[in-house]
């Protein structure tokens, strides 16, 4: 079996490439996916989150709102919050990939954003970097609601430079050009990893 590890800075289009494996039939585990459910179900990590960062609960679920003004208050939060949530986040990974490998799965990836800066490389057999021009990236991003300038900045402060994970990526799949043209990357890439 195959694992690739999926990954690209924020606004480069790396959900529409997971969708595109998707689509594809190849199994996909997306890290914000998992993220989210753990934050509506996980007790434990509920209250870890809670002693840590205070009140972040609404309706007994993490309000991702309320995370995030006390990580922008104190932004050394971050590394504390992906300390707090990263195991979790792994032991749900682990389980896709045993589910995967006993079903006698081919190829499997798992979206990961912050792949490079968690050091997580390492756990995949190929890692694929999803990318676009800087113009395109900033375009996406800044029309998304409640997005700034300096939002922006301070997200892009935290990832690896896109330059970068080019640099370190097995393959690289471009979302700046038609969307029919980056599915078919998908597909060369797909038939080129496990064949026909």
């Known amino acids: 079996m195959i694992h690739i590890g999926l990954t690209g800075s924020i606004g480069m289009g790396k959900s529409t490439v997971a969708q595109m494996f998707r689509d594809e039939s190849i199994p996909v585990s997306d890290a914000d996916q998992v993220v989210h459910q753990l934050y509506t179900q996980s007790k434990p990590l509920k209250l870890a989150l809670t002693e840590a960062f205070g009140d972040v609960l609404t309706n007994e679920v993490v309000d991702r709102a309320k995370l995030s003004s006390r990580l922008q208050a104190d932004t050394k939060g971050f590394s504390l919050l992906d300390a707090i949530v ?90 700046g050009q038609d969307i029919e043209a980056t599915r078919a990357e998908v597909r060369a890439l797909i038939n080129r990893l496990i064949g026909e």
């Open 86 to 175: 990263h195991p979790y986040v792994a032991a749900e990974r682990d389980r896709f990939v045993k589910t995967n490998r006993e079903a006698g799965t081919r190829l499997i990836v798992s979206d990961i954003p912050l792949l490079f800066e968690t050091g997580a490389e390492a756990q995949f057999d190929k890692v694929v970097v999803v990318s676009a021009p800087p113009e395109v990236q900033a375009q996406r991003v800044l029309a998304r609601p409640g997005m700034t300038s300096e939002k922006f900045a301070q997200i892009l402060s935290r990832q690896t430079p896109d330059t970068e994970k080019r640099q370190r990526a097995d393959f690289v799949i471009n979302t």
